[in-house]
Nanobody
Framework: QVHLVESGGGLVQAGGSLRLSCAAS????????VGWYRQAPGKQRKLVAT???????NYADSVKGRFTISRDNAMKMVYLQMNILKPEDTAVYYC???????????WGQGTQVTVSS
């Protein structure tokens, strides 16, 4: 069983930065890919960034060069450093763990990020 808890969201002006954190529980953290997704009001949840157990990163085109995902397997933490934030980055951000053994996706409760223009 995996439990994910996000933190670090908030209100920031365009051009600013935020760092999201996700704390995970459970023994399967280090062997699975983890990532961040976001959902804006009235829209579908979309991938922001993922990082494999081996550290390979993948980003949505809309955030490349501005966001950086990282993980700390010893602490069971996932981070998303967000720079040069834009109003269109406003969304609820969710932490995700994809269990490759069962293909089950675990989700956190989400953290709100609001970027004002």
């Amino acid at each position: 069983q995996v439990h994910l808890v996000e933190s670090g969201g908030g209100l920031v002006q365009a051009g600013g930065s935020l760092r999201l954190s996700c704390a995970a529980s459970g023994s399967m953290f280090s062997i699975n890919a983890v990532g961040w997704y976001r959902q804006a009001p009235g829209k579908q949840r979309k991938l922001v960034a993922t990082i494999t157990s081996g550290g390979i990163e993948n980003y949505a085109d809309s955030v490349k060069g501005r966001f950086t995902i990282s993980r700390d397997n010893a602490m069971k933490m996932v981070y998303l450093q967000m720079n040069i934030l834009k109003p269109e980055d406003t969304a609820v951000y969710y932490c995700n763990l994809a269990d490759r053994a069962t293909r089950y996706n675990y989700w956190g409760q989400g953290t709100q990020v609001t970027v004002s223009s």
